[in-house]
């Protein structure tokens, strides 16, 4: 079966799905028809779908994987090598720019929200919504059957807290697994709790790695986005933090990777090695 053909196959299962939009027009083209079956996967509560379905999506996931470009750890060189940077940790800790969904690690870091299931708005450039579109809908499902046993526990009211990583697989995703960790969210003035906060998401993101036996973890700028955390100031407290872990956990992780998008967040990284 041919990418074009799985791709087709996909938009009207998944219409069909939604119910809502079962007659909605399907486009011609091919980007136009890759757009459709985002916003549908994007909108899309978690719930059954039939296996065949799923297979189909997997392989075309998996292609458009590879279609992208599959980086490996091998690939992505270390602060020291990059940078000559004589920071103690330098042939361990890495600056990546680009596509976070595209990094073959044991583990990447979303940004999520507190319900935990990922970006509802159709086409939303968010990490979460590009994290859960290209690992698939099984991702959407497995978060929700971790909340709902969080909810059976805490209550029916029950929101995953700020800085409390949660593990899933990671898919049709290059990246062996994704955790999960709420940001905290800045409005207005940034205050010293909120700095706390962000440290604490890195501290426990790699003491989750440290748990499951994760050897590499791509962190991405945890609440610098629609979180609206000043991106320099996140810049050092993820290098801080990250720093004296290691220290304190000497050989437990073989590489942490910073992986940036814009030229902005880059240039903050890279001053700070």
């Known amino acids: 079966m041919t990418q074009d053909q799985r791709l087709d196959i996909l938009v009207e299962e998944f219409k069909a799905d939604s119910g809502q939009y079962k007659d909605l027009e399907t486009p011609n083209d091919t980007a136009g028809k890759q ?14 779908m039939p296996p065949g379905v799923l297979r189909v999506q997997d392989a075309y996931l ?25 920071h103690p940790f330098g042939n361990r800790i890495s600056i990546w720019q680009g596509d976070i969904t595209r990094l073959a690690v044991d583990a990447i870091v979303n940004a999520a929200n507190s319900q935990m299931l990922g970006c ?3 086409m939303h450039t968010c990490i979460d ?12 499902a497995e978060c929700e059957a971790q909340m709902a046993l969080l909810r059976e526990r805490f209550g029916p009211d029950y929101d ?8 899933t697989g990671g898919y ?13 969210i800045v409005q207005g003035r940034l205050t010293h709790r ?13 003491e989750c790695c440290l748990e499951h036996g994760l050897g590499s973890v791509a962190f991405c700028c945890i609440s610098t986005g629609v979180f609206h955390f000043p991106g320099e100031r996140a810049a050092r407290i993820a290098v801080k933090t990250v720093t004296d872990w290691l220290l ?16 902005e967040d880059r240039a903050y990284y890279e001053k700070l090695f």
């Open 120 to 122: 509802f708005v159709p």
């Open 62 to 86: 998996r292609e458009r994987a590879r279609q992208k470009g599959i980086v490996t750890l091998g690939e992505i060189p270390t602060v020291a090598e990059a940078l000559g940077s004589a």
């Open 129 to 140: 919504n590009c994290i859960h579109t290209f690992a698939g809908v099984e991702l959407r």
């Open 160 to 167: 995953q807290p700020t800085a409390v990583p949660m593990l």
């Open 194 to 206: 909120q700095e706390e906060e962000l440290a604490d998401c890195y501290r426990n993101t790699l």
């Open 35 to 48: 757009r459709l079956l985002r916003s549908l996967m994007n909108v899309r509560m978690p719930k059954a």
């Open 248 to 263: 304190e956990h000497e050989g437990q992780i073989d590489r942490v990777i910073f992986n940036v998008f814009k030229d």
């Open 172 to 184: 049709n995703l290059p990246a062996k697994k994704v955790i999960h960790v709420v940001g905290p």
